[in-house]
């Protein structure tokens, strides 16, 4: 049954890629994580991580409680950011829950303590459901699966994840998930000026529009028409404005 659970996940996860015209045929090395086995590793990985954490969540609870583990990976990636750690968070906004009479997204008291303690964290585009459980460590290491950050997920539910060694996964993974952070890196590298360029400026939007993050898309299809307006990137970006407002 493991086998199994473990090769629908890299299936899952492969064609995933492939829809991207990208495939991953080798890794350095990949463990099954079921149950607490996934809460132990992670929080071993984001206790010793170097440079970065970046981790897409659907859901993420913050209790404030003594020994909950959820609360004890949060505060593991502030103690990561005030190390020097590079710590990025994408959270969902449509899991619900109520507090004080008022329904708020369950990851909110999350996203708070991180916001308060200075982790980069935002709610992902409210256009679409973000159901990824995805963390990236030091580009390297990839989990990902089933487990979302709460005390069922790491107690109760019967879950399935998959801890996976390669630069190569982590990178393309962070591309797919985080197209603002790959697409900044890719400006920076197109262009040896201090301003992005017009090519850098829509890879960025590119990157927003095949992850259907069209807000943000189109906010960086209308910079390149304002800054680059004779640019063949402006032809570009007219046409796909086009295409978001015709969706």
């Known amino acids: 049954m493991k086998r199994i659970l473990v090769l629908a996940l890299i299936l899952s996860l492969s064609l995933s890629l492939q829809a991207r015209g990208k495939v991953t045929t080798k890794v350095d090395d990949l463990s099954f994580l079921p149950r607490n086995d996934y809460y132990v590793s992670v929080h071993k990985a984001v206790k010793e991580a170097k440079e970065s954490i970046y981790i897409a969540m659907y859901i993420m609870r913050y209790h404030n409680i003594a020994h909950h583990p959820a609360d004890a990976l949060i505060k593991e990636l502030i103690a ?58 030091d580009e390297y290491l990839t989990f990902v699966g089933s487990a979302n950050w709460s005390i069922s997920a790491f107690k109760f539910n019967n879950e399935s994840s998959v801890l996976i060694k390669s630069k190569k996964v982590a990178r393309e993974l962070l591309e797919s998930v985080f197209p603002d952070y790959v697409a900044r890196t890719k400006a920076v590298k197109l262009s040896s000026l201090k301003e992005v360029s017009s090519q850098g400026r829509l890879q960025m939007a590119e990157n927003y529009y095949l992850n259907r993050m069209y807000g943000q898309a189109l906010r960086e299809y209308q910079k390149i028409i304002t800054e680059f307006p004779k640019s063949k990137e402006a032809n570009i970006a007219k046409e796909r404005i086009k295409e978001i407002k015709a969706k």
């Open 80 to 137: 990561a950011h005030k190390r020097g750690v590079k710590v990025k968070v994408i959270l969902d906004e449509f899991a619900k829950q109520t507090r004080e009479g008022k329904k708020e997204p369950m990851c909110r008291p999350a996203y708070e303590v991180l916001k308060e303690n200075g982790v980069d964290v935002r709610f992902d585009s409210p256009e679409v459901l973000s159901h990824t459980k995805l963390v990236v460590i």
